[in-house]
């Protein structure tokens, strides 16, 4: 039985929820690196298809269900590390998994939140 499963979100489209109880520092998703790109293959990539792109350790990676449907929130679960999402607290069964789009390494960076969270900020930027 897998630990998520996809299913429509409150936050933006599909989003990805806990199939069971995940403990703080637990790795709740691996994420899928087989299609790493180059800049001129995502240059061509249609614009749906670019909001699936990460950057990270001056890579391009089209991110692959479920990892790719993790939605952002500025009060986020989860944290990015060595290419997985770890838990940043306990997250309970059924919850949403959601990450911080302002850690995306990707310059110039920039969306309007949809997270409603009490701490959203509105905007999300790269981070320095």
Request: aromatic letters at 10%; one cysteine or more.
């Amino acid at each position: 039985m897998p630990d998520t499963i996809v299913k429509n979100s409150k936050i933006h489209g599909k989003g990805v929820y806990a199939a069971k109880d995940f403990k703080k520092g637990e790795i709740v998703l691996r994420w899928d690196l087989s299609n790493k790109l180059t800049k001129e293959q995502v240059e061509k990539l249609s614009k749906e298809d670019k909001k699936y792109v990460a950057y990270f350790n001056n890579e391009y990676i089209l991110m692959q269900p479920p990892a790719r449907y993790v939605n952002h929130s500025c009060d986020s679960n989860t944290y990015s590390k060595d290419f997985c999402d770890v838990a940043k607290r306990d997250i309970k069964n059924g919850e949403e998994i959601t990450g911080d789009y302002s850690e995306n390494e990707s310059p110039g960076f920039k969306m309007k939140c949809n997270c409603r969270s009490k701490n959203c900020k509105e905007i999300v930027e790269r981070s320095n």
